[in-house]
């Protein structure tokens, strides 16, 4: 079975430039994460959807952080303008939703953007 | 919001011994308690997880310890392996949405 997909991988960018990142979920799993993981720090969610309606965006920056997931199955997280304190590694994950339909359902990560804000 | 707070940062055992990474939590909506480990380059991946009618669970060399009244739990490993060297981290549910609050993780080295 594929596994969560990111791209790219790495990604250097100036501060105040916009970038864009991509994920493919696990084939059939409704419920999409986006967390945003510091280094030295465990990852913080910024975004879940489940299929196209967005579950909580709470912890997103929306005055430059911005996120889709069309037709319910990829994602592309956008930053726009960077700021040096985004430096950080994105992950994308995703979880085929049981019975409850809640936070008790395995998370599946991908590898991570790394991003670097100079 | 939720606080997990984790502990040690980092940890170095020999192989073959106990591995043990202690985590607190404030308030849960219900009780779900994971734990992530994750390898340098990759995402984390679920390692073992707690839903506490039960205080401890088992699962080959990893036990999860659950201490309702305390408000903590802990993660074991042993006979700790090299290939364990890793970084660990704890999760809470959080209050009032649906989400995981994640420990800031613990570093763990496992000398040959």
């Known amino acids: 079975e594929a596994g969560v997909a990111q791209s790219p991988r790495y990604k250097i960018i100036e501060k105040r430039q916009s970038v864009a990142f991509w994920c493919n979920p696990i084939?059939?799993?409704?419920?999409l994460y986006w967390y945003q993981q510091i280094l030295g720090q465990g990852p913080k969610l910024l975004i879940q959807?489940?299929?196209?309606?967005?579950?909580?965006d709470s912890q997103l920056p929306k005055d430059r952080f911005s996120a889709e997931r069309l037709k319910g199955v990829d994602s592309t997280l956008k930053i726009q303008p960077a700021k040096l304190e985004d430096s950080a590694v994105y992950l994308c994950?995703?979880?085929?939703?049981?019975?409850?339909?809640?936070?008790?359902?395995?998370?599946?990560f991908g590898p991570g953007t790394r991003l670097t804000v100079l | 919001q939720q606080q997990v707070k984790q502990s040690p940062q980092s940890l170095i055992v020999q192989k073959g011994g106990i591995s043990i990474i202690n985590c607190a939590y404030e308030?849960?909506?219900?009780?779900?308690f994971p734990w992530y480990q994750q390898f340098p380059g990759k995402g984390p991946a679920l390692l073992i997880a707690?839903?506490?009618?039960?205080s401890e669970k088992k699962e080959g060399r990893f036990t999860i310890s659950f201490n309702k009244s305390a408000k903590q739990f802990s993660l074991h490993i042993m006979d700790s392996q090299p290939g364990d060297s890793a970084t660990y981290f704890c999760?809470?549910?959080?209050?009032?949405?649906?989400?995981?609050?994640f420990g800031s993780g613990t570093r763990l080295q496992v000398q040959p």
């Open positions: 999760a809470a549910p959080d209050t009032g949405r649906r989400a995981l609050t």
């Open positions: 959807f489940q299929n196209n309606g967005v579950v909580d």
């Open positions: 707690i839903r506490p009618d039960v």
């Open positions: 084939s059939g799993h409704a419920t």
């Open positions: 308030n849960t909506a219900f009780d779900y």
């Open positions: 994950a995703s979880s085929l939703p049981g019975l409850a339909r809640g936070i008790t359902d395995t998370q599946y």
